[in-house]
């Protein structure tokens, strides 16, 4: 008898569908390694973590006891920005969890908050770029 060549399910059609989706999702924005303070808050819980990857698209932090997969959260993210400190509001939703925190992908970002995050980048790549040029 020849071997089985069955179709794969609908199930398997659409999770496939969903994983290739995630893939270009988490490519539209370059991960940058970065420990900043964020405090992050839903429902009636309200802590103070780390983060350690952020991007324009999103964020992953330390988090001892993640909420669920699609829940909406809050953040309040300490950014350095020349000789300050500036502190950008933003809505997220967790879009994944791991023993080590969570995965949060930003949403409904306002312009001044963009702007801010555009900035911590470039100052950051600027910053990089000069001290990889001064012995030059």
């Known amino acids: 008898m020849p071997p089985s060549t069955a179709s794969p399910s609908a199930s398997d059609r659409a999770k496939a569908r969903r994983s290739r989706l995630m893939a270009v999702h ?8 970065f420990r900043l303070p964020v405090t992050v808050a839903w429902g009636d819980t309200r802590f103070s973590t780390t983060t350690q990857t952020l991007a324009l698209g999103g964020l992953f932090a330390a988090c001892p006891h993640p909420p669920p997969t699609g829940t909406e ?3 309040m993210l300490t950014l350095t920005l020349g000789q300050g ?3 950008v509001p933003l809505k997220g939703e967790v879009v ?3 023993p080590d925190g969570i995965g949060v992908r ?7 908050a963009r702007g801010k995050l555009r900035a911590f980048f470039l ?3 600027l910053h990089c770029y000069n001290t990889e040029n001064l012995g030059s």
């Open 106 to 112: 930003f949403v409904n970002i306002s312009p001044p």
């Open 85 to 87: 400190q500036e502190e």
């Open 26 to 33: 988490r490519r539209q924005f370059e991960r940058h390694p």
């Open 96 to 98: 994944y969890t791991t």
């Open 123 to 125: 100052f950051r790549d």
């Open 73 to 75: 959260i809050t953040l």
